[in-house]
């Protein structure tokens, strides 16, 4: 498989070669890959980086869903939807009336308005797939930008808040995003992150199988010390950080389990996306018996992430971060 030379072997992050392997791994595609651990700013990062080619067939109509909505199970598509009333809840508690809201990889748009169901917000979206971006731009009130974040997009001290949920890790340029992001946020401004927690024991445990290192399309990752100390150097003020998420931590340990057991990885994930191209060798009796492993263990991994959040362990982990530049 042929890679692009662009940060071939250094830090996505920092740019520093200085490294030692994490794990090996290989995506959906077949493609090979290894998680570098950066010696320099302490970035776990996807090596070799994926060509353009690469990034365009990871991001294909399948990965956004075949339908109107990313997943084809009805129940899991409620779920999501529930959970993204929930973010819009529970930020809308630290917004002044009327502020300024930028979720930078907005999706289909539905957790902005559920936002603007819960007062009067001046909303903004970046999504730059074309599928997600037209399910967005349906939705009223939200001013929609489908290209990169860059300089001069939005004014300086421009929004009360940023959000960025599971956006980080898909980053091709995060620490050029993160001086956008401070330029244009206002002084003591919220900047809410969520990502993969790679000192979480998920991905200690299953390395190369663990579902939330997603290639190539999850190229950087931090450990949240790491990651707390690093933005503290950028004048970001580490609010609070939630471990425990229902709706991400206990499908990612049934899926890499699953990777283990497979010889393919991410079937379930894709199936109930939709996706029946994906591995058509496993059929709908073997995908069903996926699906009742995931069903009948939920409550058990619930249990497991409420463990392993008491200890910041869970395989994923949300900031809030204060601006104070």
């Not at 950087?220 to 931590?249: C, D, H, I, W």
Request: some cysteine; proline content about 4%; hydrophobic content about 40%.
């Amino acid at each position: 498989m042929q890679h692009s030379d662009k940060n071939n072997h250094s830090c996505t992050f920092c740019a520093s070669r200085e490294s030692e392997a994490f794990c090996e791994i290989r995506d959906i595609f077949g493609n090979s890959y290894t998680i570098q651990h950066c010696l320099s700013c302490g970035c776990f990062y996807l090596s070799p980086f994926p060509t353009e080619q690469q990034l365009r067939q990871a991001y294909d109509t399948s990965y956004y869903g075949e339908t109107e909505q990313k997943f084809s199970f009805t129940l899991v598509e409620k779920a999501v939807d529930y959970f993204r009333q929930e973010r819009a809840r529970k930020i809308v508690k630290m917004l002044p009336v009327g502020a300024r809201l930028l979720d930078i990889g907005c999706g289909n748009g539905d957790f902005l308005r559920y936002v603007s169901l819960c007062g009067n917000y001046e909303l903004y979206g970046i999504e730059r797939d074309e599928t997600a971006a037209r399910r967005a731009r349906a939705k009223a009130n939200i001013h929609l930008q489908t290209t990169a974040l860059m300089d001069g997009d939005f004014e300086e001290n421009s929004f009360d808040a940023i959000t960025l949920f599971h956006v980080f890790e898909h980053l091709t340029t995060p620490a050029e995003t993160l001086r956008i992001i401070q330029k244009i946020l206002k002084p003591e401004g919220v900047l809410i992150l969520s990502m993969p927690n790679i000192g979480s024991w998920q991905a200690r445990i299953f390395r190369g199988k663990w579902l939330h290192l997603d290639p190539p399309r999850h190229l950087v990752f931090f450990e949240p010390k790491t990651f707390t100390a690093l933005m503290g150097k950028r004048s970001f003020a580490l609010r609070k950080t939630s471990y425990f998420s229902v709706e991400q931590n206990p499908f990612g340990l049934v899926q890499s389990l699953l990777n283990v057991a497979s010889k393919r990885r991410e079937v379930l994930f894709e199936r109930l996306k939709g996706n029946r191209n994906y591995a058509p060798e496993y059929g709908g009796f073997r995908v069903l018996l996926q699906k009742c492993f995931f069903v009948l263990h939920f409550p058990l991994f619930v249990v497991t992430d409420m463990v392993a959040a008491m200890v910041g362990k869970s395989a994923t982990v949300k900031f809030y971060f204060i601006n104070k530049k």
